[in-house]
């Protein structure tokens, strides 16, 4: 078991610091930004709180959100153009190569194996456009592709010198555009040669990507045992010395997003419930109700501590780090404990999470909270407060819940822990 273990975190260890999966991870942090804004404007739109519809409707006319909900979709709707721009970005960066050069040749690749077209439900084609139904959440798998490979050639060729080298003394702006045109070149012909070979089967790559990719990723992620993986192994990367959430939701994040996105829809058409297609496992699920506290959801065994814990050490480690828990930072327990590599920890380190996971994952699917949509808080928001946010008094009662659950799970662990702590001090020894 012990080399098997040692091979796992060996093969995640490689597989994370991968050029792909880290332009991946660097480039999809580019979307946080519009994504927490347009939560901001959509969660005014969208208040989890009973007659709030009906008063500003009556205050403020019919019409009172109209501009709230051009936010929202002006942010949403177009995250798989942000993430193509930024994988494709961080990609070449990294590399060390022009970085905006890499995604704008992205972009513009993507633009074309993407519709440009639609129909209205009149039978209308509508030329010239770009629909935003491929821009946003639906897109998300493709824009992935596109940017990682971009990312790849644009670098390939200037690695490898197939560029045009200007004289010294000309502006590196002007070197650098004529740098990308051979690279740029052929990564927008082979976009075409694809839309070409895609348009004569009525679809396009967006389109074929998402039914025969991202539906079926979705669906799996969606499910009680895929969500149940995923809560797993962020804890158990965490407790071998990994940051399991960079690893996992790097990976998972732009999936899992597109969940909550397709929620988003659902809603705005009234069909807000698991049994109306609406999915349980979003970004929400996991920050806000698996590991608020942090990982582990460590803040339960902060506060068993900061309660009773006897020891010096303990009692030292609890009180500096419960501030920064309540905040969801927990890297000051996590490695001042520690927990890292800690046999005694791990159990409960595991366990917690997994608990969580359970009762979100069927408060969700009975109705008791609504499945999450768009709307995401910023991730240092202390809990209770992010639960009543994203899910109104249920959301908050049953982080409290989880909370309470986890004090007391924590609890008889961290009395052995202070119970070793207790005898260290006693021996004179200290870590």
Do not use: C
Not at 19 to 38: E, R, Y
Not at 162 to 167: G, L, N, V
Not at 293 to 319: E, R
Request: proline share 5%; aromatic share 10%; hydrophobic share 55%.
């Amino acid at each position: 078991m012990k080399e098997f273990f040692e091979k796992f975190l060996s093969a995640m260890v490689k597989i994370s610091s991968t050029k792909a999966l880290t332009a991946l991870k660097d480039g999809f942090v580019l979307t946080m930004p519009i994504t927490l804004i347009g939560s901001l404007f959509l969660l005014v739109a969208n208040l989890p709180i009973t007659g709030y519809a009906d008063f500003m409707a009556s205050t403020f006319g019919e019409t009172w959100n109209i501009g709230l909900n051009q936010v929202a979709g002006a942010t949403f709707d177009i995250l798989a153009i942000v993430s193509v721009v930024g994988i494709a970005y961080a990609y070449a960066r990294n590399d060390g190569e022009d970085g905006i050069s890499s995604a704008i040749i992205a972009l513009v690749s993507f633009l074309i194996v993407t519709a440009s077209s639609t129909v209205t439900t009149g039978g209308e084609v509508v030329s010239a456009i770009i629909p935003k139904s491929w821009t946003g959440g639906q897109g998300v798998i493709s824009a992935i592709i596109v940017g990682l490979i971009t990312g790849f050639v644009f670098t390939f060729f200037l690695k490898k010198k197939i560029t045009i080298k200007m004289p010294d003394g000309v502006p590196d702006g002007v070197a650098n555009a004529f740098t990308a045109l051979i690279p740029g070149f052929v990564i927008i012909l082979g976009a075409m040669i694809i839309f070409q070979i895609f348009s004569s089967f009525d679809t396009t790559l967006t389109q074929f990507i998402f039914e025969a990719l991202q539906v079926p990723m979705q669906n799996l992620s969606d499910t009680f045992l895929g969500g149940l993986i995923i809560v797993l192994l962020i804890s158990l990367l965490f407790w071998a010395g990994l940051h399991g959430p960079n690893i996992v939701m790097g990976v998972m994040a732009p999936i899992l997003t597109a969940n909550a996105l397709a929620n988003s829809e659902l809603a705005a058409k009234g069909l807000n419930t698991v049994a109306e297609g609406a999915h349980i496992v979003t970004p929400q699920v996991i920050d806000n109700f698996v590991k608020f506290g942090g990982t582990g959801i460590t803040l339960g065994l902060l506060i068993a501590a900061v309660l009773s814990a006897k020891s010096k050490q303990l009692k030292n480690i609890s009180k500096l780090s419960l501030v920064p828990g309540i905040f969801n930072i927990n890297e000051p327990v996590i490695y001042g404990l520690p927990i890292v590599y800690n046999p005694l920890m791990l159990i409960p380190f595991i366990i917690v999470p997994v608990i969580a996971y359970i009762l979100t994952y069927v408060a969700t699917a009975t109705g008791i909270i609504v499945p999450f949509v768009g709307v995401q808080v910023p991730w240092t928001m202390p809990p209770v407060i992010s639960g009543f946010i994203l899910s109104g008094f249920s959301g908050a009662v049953l982080q409290i819940i989880i909370l309470a659950l986890a004090v007391v799970i924590y609890y008889p662990f961290m009395k052995m822990q202070d119970k070793q702590f207790i005898e260290n001090e006693e021996k004179g020894i200290t870590d």
